[in-house]
């Protein structure tokens, strides 16, 4: 992951933030864009920039006309806009990351001949099906979230793929992912998905996260033994277990569940960070098996019934003296 991706280290990283890395929209009807008033249009200040950054212009449609000038262009910004129809691209064979962030697009088409694009961003659109991405066999990055997106379908070619976003879809299933060995980051929060299944091809995965969705049991992670990060805050689970294999995980979001008790995480040696506020767990001694995660920074813990406690901070400093932060507060 480079910088942009990484905002995600903080609860909730559902990330509808897109390529970008900017906030959602809070209306998501109309993407933040107000549809009254008058359109804009693509300006090209200089012709020889491998770059344009046209967000936030109120454009209506991808034209030709001035676009066609920029013969080097490989990134291309239109984020925050009115556009409805991808089109007029096929002669910007050149393109590398293409962004169409917040827009009104319903439909994947237009992207035939963008051969070379590694980074595309649709995310909050109306796109209702997965597909025109037949030809994008060097696509490293593709950003869905917050769409009307049912399954996943017609990624299996995308060989090369290391980021997938899909949060904030329709999605019931986790299906047809086999052939993407590449990937090492998949983001499914905010869908209907209700079990963890058909990921064991992904052996590459670093990051998995199913925050609000439907689970009630974290199983069929054991062939994910490079997983470092797992997010499965806001849903039905009420017990940790399963993770077995998943040594290497540094960050553990469990939080807003049903989970009664803090157990088998004990093996992981590696894990840094573990959220599991908003659950039931109220007796204190299983918060001491906490001492095993010598490498433990930040644990959160509130919202549960031993957080009513009046020495809850300093029980839990006295279980793991080494962790640096409580909560939102540094450990004292």
């Known amino acids: 992951m480079d910088e942009t991706d990484e905002k995600r280290t903080e609860t909730p990283p559902v990330d509808n933030s ?10 998501d009807a109309e993407n933040g864009v107000e549809e009254e008033g008058p359109y804009g249009e693509i300006v090209v200040v200089d012709v020889d920039s491998p770059e344009l950054d046209m967000n936030y212009q ?21 984020r925050w806009n009115l556009i409805k129809k991808i089109e007029n691209l096929e002669s910007f064979t050149s393109l590398v990351e293409l962004e169409l962030y917040g ?16 980074i595309l961003d649709l995310s909050f659109n109306r796109i209702t099906q ?9 696509l490293k990055k593709l ?51 209700t ?37 499965l805050s806001e849903n039905g689970i009420e017990v940790i277990q399963g993770l077995d294999n998943n040594k290497k995980l540094t960050t553990l979001d469990l939080a807003m569940n049903k989970i009664t008790k803090v157990e088998n995480i004990s093996h992981l040696v590696e894990l840094e960070e573990f959220w599991i506020n908003h659950n039931k767990i109220a007796d204190w001694t299983c918060i001491n098996s906490l001492s095993a995660n010598t490498k433990l920074n ?12 009046a020495n809850y901070r300093r029980k839990i400093k006295l279980a793991v003296p080494w962790v640096k932060q409580i909560d939102a507060t540094l450990a004292r």
């Open 58 to 78: 109120r454009i209506g449609a991808i034209t030709a006309g001035e676009l066609e000038k920029m013969t080097c262009l490989e990134r291309l910004y239109l």
């Open 103 to 118: 827009n009104q697009i319903t439909e994947i088409v237009g992207l035939d001949t963008l051969v070379n694009l590694e």
């Open 143 to 193: 950003f869905l979230s917050s769409n009307k997106i049912p399954k996943i379908e017609n990624l299996s070619h995308l060989t090369n793929l290391e980021l997938l976003e899909l949060g904030n879809n329709k999605i019931r299933v986790i299906e047809n992912l086999d052939s993407l060995a590449s990937l090492e980051v998949l983001f499914l929060g905010k869908n209907k998905i």
């Open 195 to 231: 079990e963890i299944n058909n990921l064991s091809s992904l052996k590459n995965l670093k990051l998995l996260s199913l925050q609000c969705t439907r689970l009630t049991v974290i199983k069929n992670l054991e062939e994910l033994t490079e997983l470092t990060d797992l997010y």
């Open 298 to 309: 930040t644990v959160y813990l509130e919202k549960n019934p031993i957080g009513e406690d």
């Open 18 to 27: 897109g390529a970008s890395g900017e906030p959602a929209p809070q209306n």
């Open 130 to 138: 997965i597909k025109g991405l037949d030809n994008l066999l060097k």
